[in-house]
């Protein structure tokens, strides 16, 4: 089961099932879309997510397939008006927009370690329920 996860950008299929037995997905971002339990499928609003660029100018991004290509790595915090935690400054900072992914989890999960204001229910994505969960205002 997959729960309270951003699966984003990794097309052309974000969930690649084959046969009869599909994975239920709930409580999760997914671009495309997927059936099941308060499924989303809007952008989730990374600060910035990584992509595969040409290792003389990683301005120029590249297919995933080219053999030159290499990993910028992303930033994978949820953007927020509230805050959200940057690694680079190690501060919270406050975003002009607020990713749909916020407070979206599962509302039976606990928080956890996220810093109040946490909404109380947990965020979607790799930060959800850490201390590096990005703020909901509420």
Known sequence: MVTNSVIWGNGPAEVLATGPIQPIVAY??????????????ADPLFVMPGYWANPIDLAKALAPSDPMAVRVHGDYHLMSKAGRWD?????????????PCIDAGDPVLPVLAEP?????????????????????GK
């Open 28 to 41: 999760s971002d997914v671009a495309g879309g997927w059936l099941g339990l308060t499924n989303a499928n």
């Open 87 to 99: 690694p680079v400054t190690k501060t919270w900072v406050k975003d002009a927009v607020t990713s």
């Open 116 to 136: 109040i204001p946490n909404g109380s229910r947990v965020n979607m994505g790799a930060y959800g329920g850490t201390r590096q969960a990005s703020l909901s």
